[in-house]
């Protein structure tokens, strides 16, 4: 069974399309993220537009029972594919589409500074975000995104990006057609983020920079370091705009000033109190091991819902501020040479008394990260340790309350049984 913290968290991105104030609405789980709709005068703004063209079409049906205005413009709050992928369902390309200056999505190839295709490990950050997100999973199995809901449709994932026609600097007041709005600056989940903030009816578009579960700082997946400062210092100014309404880019609404400023407080807060407690930790000389294993909220922040680590994790976050601060090197010089896996594998069977004795004790610890460890060392001993490994991430899968990481034990537990579909 999942987690049920996790099973409970489907109710936040349950299919719905609420009203946030006279003329304006947010459409929640029918795609991995959310759309946004701002009735004008004589057209209306869609604020991101989801992560496929499928998923876009429910999302402009369901709109078009609220109003038959025009789509007049689109704003992109930032660039990930979940956000950007819809918007041809909108649009024909003839409407303006705004973004940040530094907007920047994966759908765009940028290209090096060498004037060649950048040079990326592409296949392996495909990989990764299969499992990640659960795909070739069983329905069933794979109950949550940990920002979205499990089941969506995914016909036409990543078709339907069109670019942005204007990149807005800093601040910018703009008339949405009748409809007075404040496009600024805020780089957190993104180095690209552009919340949009609605003065009159007081309703705020926050991106991911908020979403009702620990802060994704670091995306197992495979992300470039996210700047936990800036993602801490864009709360902080979130929060002091005094929202009655506050429209996530996943999961559904917070209503209330006093509501919104909790959790943009608190959620500020978590992060500072992991940079602290890292920090704190590299200075005392901890090994990143230790930094990990140790990390947590303080029990006020670890009260919160919206602050269980259903998406990211204080553990992860602590490495991540390590290694993007710092640098791989943790101050041990013991790590300045390298073991091969396979060098390793041959110490670690020595000493348990060989490999029979190795295998073994892999069978019968009931320490199941034990167990992962003394199967690596296993299988780069080509011995046939994968269906052990298996069974272990699948158990530590009916615990985990992350869904990032269930989902990718359990894909990777597929992939090594060879049951992995496609
Ligand atoms: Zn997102």
Same mark, same amino acid.
């Given at each position: 069974m999942p987690h049920p913290d996790l099973i409970a968290h489907a109710e936040q991105t349950r299919r719905d399309v609420i009203?946030?104030?006279?003329?304006?609405?947010?459409?929640?789980?029918?795609? $991995?993220?959310?759309?946004? !709709?701002?009735?004008?005068?004589?057209?209306?703004?869609?604020i991101d537009t989801s992560e496929s063209t499928a998923a876009a079409r429910d999302i402009r049906a369901e709109f078009a029972?609220?109003?038959?205005?025009?789509?007049?413009?689109?704003?992109?709050?930032?660039?990930?594919?979940?956000?950007?992928?819809?918007?041809?369902?909108?649009?024909d390309g003839s409407v303006p589409i705004l973004a940040s200056h530094a907007f920047d999505s994966d759908l765009v190839d940028v290209g090096?500074?060498?004037?060649?295709?950048?040079?990326?490990?592409?296949?392996?950050?495909?990989?990764?975000?299969?499992?990640?997100?659960?795909?070739?999973?069983?329905p069933r199995e794979r109950v949550s995104l940990g920002c979205g809901p499990g089941e969506r449709p995914l016909d036409g994932l990543g078709a339907g990006f069109l670019p942005p026609s204007e990149r807005v600097t800093g601040e910018r007041d703009?008339?949405?057609?009748?409809?007075?709005?404040?496009?600024?600056?805020?780089?957190?989940?993104?180095?690209?983020?552009?919340?949009?903030?609605?003065?009159?009816?007081?309703?705020?578009?926050?991106?991911?920079?908020?979403?009702h579960a620990f802060p994704n700082l670091y995306a197992i997946r495979g992300t470039p370091y996210r700047d936990f400062a800036a993602w801490a210092a864009s709360l902080g100014k979130l929060a002091a705009l005094d929202a009655e309404v506050l429209a996530?880019?996943?999961?559904?609404?917070?209503?209330g000033a006093a509501g919104v400023r909790e959790v943009l407080e608190t959620t500020r807060g978590a992060i500072l109190h992991v940079m602290r407690s890292t920090a704190g930790?590299?200075?005392?000389?901890?090994?990143?091991?230790?930094?990990?294993?140790?990390?947590?909220?303080?029990?006020?922040?670890?009260?919160?819902?919206? !602050?269980?680590?259903?998406?990211g994790r204080p553990d992860w976050s602590?490495?991540?501020?390590?290694?993007?601060?710092?640098?791989?090197?943790?101050?041990?010089?013991?790590?300045?040479?390298?073991?091969?896996?396979?060098?390793?594998?041959?110490?670690?069977?020595?000493? $348990?008394?060989?490999?029979?004795?190795?295998?073994?004790?892999?069978?019968t610890t009931d320490d199941l990260q034990w167990r992962l460890e003394l199967c690596d060392h296993l299988i780069a001993l080509g011995e046939p340790a994968e269906a052990l490994k298996a069974d272990a991430m699948e158990r530590l899968a009916d615990?985990?309350?992350?869904?990032?990481?269930?989902?990718?034990?359990?894909?990777?537990?597929?992939?090594?049984?060879?049951?992995?579909?496609?």
């Open positions: 009203e946030l104030a006279p003329g304006i609405w947010t459409a929640v789980g029918f795609a $991995a993220s959310n759309v946004h !709709l701002i009735e004008g005068r004589r057209s209306v703004t869609i029972k609220l109003t038959d205005k025009p789509v007049g413009r689109i704003v992109y709050t930032h660039g990930h594919r979940d956000h950007v992928s819809g918007a041809s369902e909108f649009s090096s500074a060498v004037g060649e295709p950048a040079i990326l490990p592409r296949k392996a950050l495909g990989r990764r975000t299969l499992a990640q997100f659960g795909f070739g999973l069983d703009v008339d949405l057609d009748g409809v007075a709005a404040r496009l600024l600056f805020a780089p957190g989940e993104t180095a690209d983020h552009m919340v949009v903030w609605l003065p009159d009816t007081r309703v705020l578009f926050s991106g991911d920079n908020w979403y996530p880019g996943h999961t559904r609404p917070v209503v930790g590299m200075d005392a000389g901890l090994s990143l091991d230790d930094i990990a294993a140790s990390a947590g909220l303080p029990a006020e922040l670890a009260d919160k819902p919206w !602050l269980k680590s259903l998406y602590a490495r991540a501020f390590a290694t993007g601060t710092l640098g791989w090197y943790d101050g041990n010089p013991t790590h300045l040479g390298t073991l091969t896996s396979l060098a390793r594998a041959r110490h670690v069977a020595e000493l $348990a008394g060989g490999v029979t004795a190795l295998v073994e004790r892999a069978r615990g985990e309350i992350n869904a990032t990481a269930r989902n990718t034990y359990l894909w990777e537990a597929k992939r090594l049984r060879g049951t992995l579909d496609g």
